[in-house]
């Protein structure tokens, strides 16, 4: 039989789960674009933004996926022939270099492997040898999502100081933005991307592109962009429409105003990325476990690299996708698959998945997928260590004890 009728957990990382007051927020009529309570709200939003990203520059909001939002960065910074540098951990990064190719840029990309960090020192030394500072942007991904490795900017920015180079730091925060520590400014950042649909909570559509006044320098030391990647007029339009270059996404702005609110008042965004810490470690917690049958494996050994709203594992081919489709047909949870681990028609692709743990996601609902796949590897026989589910709840008592008086 199945259990799977019930809510539906949509456990993968991105797009996450929609608080039910974003999705109501969105529930009305359409507002008028010119004048009156949008653009108030669109200027709260745009202040707010900043704050989520701990900044005192500027920020640009494109109706765009995340995709979207890596061409906008690129375009304002990497004219053709330009030469940047992308630091790899995952698929991600080899995805933003595409699009700078594509823009006529040349990525040099550097690649870390998928199961650990980068490393600054080797990016100190390329830029040590590019004496006439022809690198123009160090880009990387702050947490890569398929490899769910975190790695540090604070690093590269220190290794980019080190080399005394010139080259702009970008990072890609789609993955970690709301969701873990990541100030912009405190870290040297001189443009970071995001999207809607992660750790802020909000359907896909807007793609978030935040700069420095160094990163806006630089942007007009070089051709201007195409008109609709611009960023200048997006944050200092003379008329409103130009926020947008066109109509406004009024919907996903009440819906975006509305998350926001839940990030930075109900909760507070340092209590948010401290839930998303203490349930990323009852996730590994009941992984740990599991794997003392060896039935799966975090991708990323070392806990301290590991990205905090969202996990890869590894299991034996094709147990993976057996447990994918048992959890969706019987336990009405769909975790996400592997990604970029193995190509799709490999028969290693089916070792590989991940559970996305961002944005709206509380203790019972990571108690709950956690369970579905104890559930899962019993229902498939497969072997796993004991008492996985009760390592992820100790963590989770921990975490929220309550005070003694
Ligand atoms: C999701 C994601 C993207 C791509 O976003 P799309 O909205 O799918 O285009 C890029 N980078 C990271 C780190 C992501 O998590």
New binding site residues.
């Given amino acids: 039989m199945t259990l799977s009728h019930g809510r539906h957990y949509l456990a993968i990382?991105?797009p996450s789960v929609v608080p039910d007051s974003v999705l109501s927020a969105m529930h009305r009529p359409a507002p008028n674009i010119y004048e009156g309570e949008l653009v108030s709200l669109t200027e709260r939003i745009l202040a707010d933004l900043k704050r989520v990203a701990g900044t005192g520059g500027e920020v640009a909001i494109y109706i765009a996926?995340?995709?979207g939002a890596?061409e906008a960065a690129a375009a304002n910074i990497v004219a053709p022939g330009d030469e940047v540098l992308v630091l790899a951990t995952g698929p991600?990064a080899h995805?933003w270099a595409e699009v700078v190719r594509r823009l006529g840029g040349r990525p040099r990309v550097v690649d870390f492997g998928r199961r650990g960090p980068v490393d600054a020192a080797r990016v100190e030394d390329i830029l040590r040898r590019d004496g006439d500072g022809a690198i123009r942007a160090v880009m990387m991904?702050h947490?890569?999502?398929a490899t769910s490795v975190r790695s540090d900017p604070a690093s590269v920015r220190a290794a980019i100081d080190a080399a005394g180079h010139p080259a702009l730091l970008m990072v890609?925060g789609?993955?970690s933005v709301g969701i873990e520590a990541l100030s912009m400014d405190a870290l040297g950042i001189d443009v970071l991307v995001g999207?809607s649909?992660?750790g802020l909570m909000t359907p896909?559509g807007l793609g978030l592109v935040w700069f420095s006044g160094r990163a806006d320098e630089a942007r007009g030391s070089r051709p201007a962009p195409s008109a609709y990647w611009d960023w200048r007029p997006r944050v200092q339009p003379e008329a409103y429409y130009q926020h947008f270059c066109g109509t406004a996404p009024t919907h996903h702005l009440f819906a975006l105003a509305e998350a926001l609110r839940l990030l930075l008042e109900e909760e507070g965004l340092e209590s948010a990325w401290a839930r998303h810490a203490a349930l990323a470690r009852a996730i590994w917690a009941a992984v740990e476990r599991w794997d003392e049958a060896g039935t799966m494996r975090l991708n990323v050994p070392d806990p301290a690299l590991r990205a905090h709203g969202v996990t890869a594992l590894r299991m034996k081919a094709p147990f993976a996708t057996r447990l994918r489709e048992w959890l969706s047909e019987r336990a009405g949870v769909t975790l996400g698959i592997g990604l970029g681990m193995a190509a799709p028609s490999d028969p290693a692709w089916h070792g590989f998945f991940r559970i996305g743990h961002m944005g709206h996601v509380n203790a019972h609902m990571v108690l709950g997928v956690l369970g579905a796949i104890e559930a899962g590897l019993v229902a498939l026989d497969l072997p796993a260590g004991e008492g996985a589910v009760s390592a992820a709840a100790k963590v989770i008592a921990e975490a929220a004890a309550v005070p003694r008086s």
């Fill in positions: 990382p991105g996926n995340g995709h890596w991600f995805g991904v947490v890569d999502t890609d789609i993955a999207a649909q992660k896909p």
